[in-house]
C-alpha cells in the first residue's frame, strides 16, 4: 500500500509564500511522476504543476512563474514552493503519485491540504 502525506498548508496574505511537501511511502518499485492539483468547492480538481522523474516539468497558465514544483528522489518527496500568493490560489492542495507497483502502473492521492490566501 502507497501513502502519500501533504504538509505545509496554510493561511498567507496575498503577496506571500508557502510551501507544500508530499512525502510517499510503502511498498512501490519507482515514482514515474508526481503532480499537485487543486479543488475549490464547487468545481472539478485541477492539475497545478506535474514533474517526471526525469525532471520535466509542467504548469497550469494561471501559476507560472509564481509556482515551482520539485522532488527529492532520495526522500522520495515532491514539493511545491508557491510565491506571489493571489486570493484565486485559495484551494486544497492535493498531491498525485504515479508508480510502479508489481511492474505495473498505479497511481495514489495525497489527503489534501487547506491553503487559504487573504487579508
Known amino acids: 500500500q502507497v501513502q502519500l502525506v501533504e504538509s505545509g498548508g496554510g493561511l498567507v496574505q496575498p503577496g506571500g509564500s508557502l510551501r507544500l511537501s508530499c512525502a510517499a511511502s510503502?511498498?512501490?518499485?519507482?515514482?514515474?511522476?508526481m503532480a499537485w492539483f487543486r479543488q475549490v468547492p464547487g468545481k472539478q480538481r485541477e492539475l497545478v504543476a506535474h514533474?517526471?522523474?526525469?525532471?520535466?516539468?509542467n504548469y497550469v497558465n494561471g501559476v507560472k512563474g509564481r509556482f515551482t514544483i520539485s522532488t527529492d528522489n532520495a526522500k522520495n518527496t515532491v514539493y511545491l514552493q508557491m510565491n506571489s500568493l493571489k486570493p484565486e490560489d485559495t484551494a486544497v492542495y492535493y498531491c498525485?503519485?504515479?508508480?510502479?507497483?508489481?511492474?505495473?502502473?498505479?497511481?495514489?492521492w495525497g489527503q489534501g491540504t487547506q491553503v487559504t490566501v487573504s487579508s
Open positions: 498525485y503519485g504515479s508508480m510502479i507497483i508489481e511492474r505495473a502502473q498505479s497511481a495514489a
Open positions: 514533474i517526471t522523474s526525469g525532471g520535466i516539468t
Open positions: 510503502g511498498s512501490f518499485e519507482s515514482i514515474t511522476a
